[in-house]
C-alpha cells in the first residue's frame, strides 16, 4: 500500500525559503520507473506541478518555477525534498506529493493529503 | 511552453452522459490523463493513458484522445461525480503540464 505524506512549516514570510518534506511508505525510490512530484494548488486555483524526481535522480522543474526550485531525495529515508526560496504571498497554497508511475505511465496514481502553507508577514 | 485548455463548467443532469474536452497541440500524441478532485480532497486518478481506468474507478468513466483534443466522458453521471477535473500530460520540454480544470456540476 502506497502512502505519501507532507510536511513543513504551515506558516513563512515573504522571502524565505519553504523546505518541505514529502515521507513515502509502499515503495522505493531505487525501483525503476518510479518518481515523485510536488504540485500545489492556491486556495480556490487550478493544480499546478512544480517538480519531479526520478529513481535515476532525474530531475525535472516548472519553467516558471525552476530558478527558485530544488528537489531532492533520500532514498534511506524514503523522503523528498522539495525547496523553494524568495516565497511571496502568490505561493500561498496547499502543496501535494505523489507517487510518479513513469514506467507503468499510470501517471500521478498516489497523492498525500497536501499541507497548506500560508506566505505572510 | 506547453499548454492544456479545458471548459471553466460543464454542467448536467443525473443520469445522463458529461463530457469534459481538454484541448492542446497534437495532444493526441501523447498519453492523456484525468484526475477528479472534490472539495477538500487530494485529486484521484480516474483516467490514465488516455483511456485506461484504474482499478476502483467506475465504468462509467472513459477517456479518449486523438488529434488535439483528449474527452473525459462519464456515462449516466451521478451526483457523486461533481468535483472538478484536470487533464494532464507530459510535454519533452516543459515537463508536466495541468488543464486549468473544470467544475462538473450534476443539477
Known amino acids: 500500500q502506497i502512502t505519501l505524506k507532507e510536511s513543513g512549516p504551515t506558516l513563512v514570510k515573504p522571502t524565505q525559503t519553504l523546505t518541505l518534506t514529502c515521507t513515502f511508505s509502499?515503495?522505493?525510490?531505487?525501483?525503476?520507473?518510479?518518481?515523485v512530484g510536488w504540485i500545489r494548488q492556491p486556495p480556490g486555483m487550478p493544480l499546478e506541478w512544480l517538480a519531479l524526481i526520478f529513481w535515476n535522480d532525474d530531475k525535472r522543474y516548472s519553467p516558471s518555477l525552476k530558478s527558485r526550485l530544488t528537489i531532492t531525495k533520500d532514498t534511506s529515508k524514503n523522503q523528498v525534498v522539495l525547496t523553494m526560496t524568495s516565497m511571496g504571498p502568490v505561493d500561498t497554497a496547499t502543496y501535494y506529493c505523489s507517487h510518479y508511475d513513469y514506467g507503468g505511465n499510470s501517471g500521478f496514481d498516489f497523492w498525500g493529503q497536501g499541507t497548506l502553507v500560508t506566505v505572510s508577514s | 511552453s506547453y499548454d492544456l485548455t479545458q471548459p471553466p463548467s460543464v454542467s448536467v443532469s443525473p443520469g445522463q452522459t458529461a463530457s469534459i474536452t481538454c484541448s492542446g497541440d497534437k495532444l493526441g500524441e501523447k498519453y492523456a490523463y484525468w484526475y477528479q478532485q472534490k472539495p477538500g480532497q487530494s485529486p484521484v486518478v480516474v483516467i490514465y493513458?488516455?483511456?485506461k481506468r484504474p482499478s476502483g474507478i467506475p465504468e462509467r468513466f472513459s477517456g479518449s484522445n486523438s488529434g488535439n483534443t483528449a474527452t473525459l466522458t462519464i456515462s449516466g453521471t451521478q451526483a457523486m461525480d461533481e468535483a472538478d477535473y484536470y487533464c494532464?500530460?507530459?510535454?519533452?520540454?516543459?515537463?508536466?503540464?495541468f488543464g486549468g480544470g473544470t467544475r462538473l456540476t450534476v443539477l
Open positions: 509502499g515503495f522505493s525510490l531505487t525501483s525503476t520507473a518510479v518518481g
Open positions: 494532464q500530460a507530459w510535454d519533452r520540454s516543459t515537463g508536466v503540464v
Open positions: 493513458k488516455d483511456i
